[in-house]
């Protein structure tokens, strides 16, 4: 009896075996790739906020230079000041009647991106508007208050 065992030895995985390992190893590889998506979304979303903290930098330079009588400034005036080019099509710059300029920028990403963008418009200083003007008296919030985020300058 003892020799039979011995000559029916196993030599490989079962079947059964060999797909329980293909499962965990797929559900492991979608756990990596939502993680992976967030990741995604954060960091163009603190790749915004950077850009916007550059052109409110470059805009006070601007005011800097030119006190005397500063008119509002276009994009491409900042350029200048900024350490790199940034595309002008995803900014535009805003002169309220008391003179405060507000730096804005075409939030069109993905609603993860406006949804990371809404963690931290609170902390960074973050508001809302449209397309032409920000809304002074809101935070930032995703998709509920225009389709740019926008912070105030000078």
Known sequence: ??????????????????????????????????????????????KIISDLRGMKSAALLYYADNPVNPDKPEVVDLEKYMDRELKDTDFVVFETVSKDWWIGHKTTKSSGVQGKLADRAAEVGLYGGDDTKPTTSTVYAAGTNGNNVWIKAR
């Not at 196993?10 to 990741?39: Q, Y």
């Open 1 to 46: 009896m003892q020799t039979v065992r011995k000559l029916r030895k196993r030599s490989g995985f079962t079947l059964v075996e060999l797909l329980i390992v293909i499962i965990i190893i797929g559900i492991l590889a979608g756990a990596m790739l939502l993680v992976a998506g967030s990741g995604t979304d954060s960091a163009e979303a603190t």
